[in-house]
């Protein structure tokens, strides 16, 4: 066979290796099969390539090209949302992402489940963050409950109603 060819891999051979026994936790950590990865540039990278394939397939995955990626099983969420904070004069908080970026918070995505988790798109509303318990303690202080539902009341915006969570 000459250098630049390449043999042609069947989709059954593909798919097994998209199997890649890659998990994250509830705690937006890295773990492949059963060992947490430690390594600090591994980390950032996958960090990096996590994605989602378009729904109605919607897994997680971690992408490094539109052919090339790997599936990703994932506990709750892909990220958690650490900590949040107030930078003026934006009235949205700034999130600290546990992949170690930071966005603003899309009031209209937030959501809440039965257990009164909170969580929020983000990456331009391709993956779902779980709020810590510090940050949830953190953003409180503008959710008042309206009737039964809890309501984000931001300075100088209108009240964005949390929705329930879909799953």
């Known amino acids: 066979m000459p250098p630049s060819s390449k043999p042609e891999m069947s989709a ?6 998209r199997q890649s026994g890659l998990r994250i936790d509830a705690e937006g950590r890295f ?3 059963g060992a947490l990865v430690e390594h600090e540039g591994t980390r950032r990278a996958f960090s990096r390539w996590l994605d989602r394939l378009a729904e109605p397939d919607g ?3 971690l992408r490094l090209d539109e052919t090339r990626y790997a599936y990703v099983d994932v506990d709750d969420t892909p990220l958690v949302v650490r900590t949040l904070r107030w930078i003026e004069p934006d009235p949205r908080p700034l999130l600290s992402l546990s992949d170690g970026t930071e966005e603003r918070l899309d009031p209209a995505s937030l959501t809440f489940d039965d257990g009164g988790v909170l969580r929020t798109w983000v990456r331009a ?7 810590s318990t510090a940050a949830t303690s953190a953003l409180a202080a503008v959710i008042d409950m309206h009737g039964d539902e809890p309501v984000l009341r931001l300075p100088g915006q209108a009240r964005h109603p949390l929705r329930r969570r879909q799953r």
Not at 12 to 17: G, I, N, P
Not at 125 to 131: I, K, S, V
């Open 59 to 61: 897994r997680y995955i």
């Open 125 to 131: 509303g391709r993956l779902e963050a779980r709020l």
């Open 31 to 33: 773990w492949h099969e």
């Open 12 to 17: 059954a051979q593909l798919e097994r290796l």
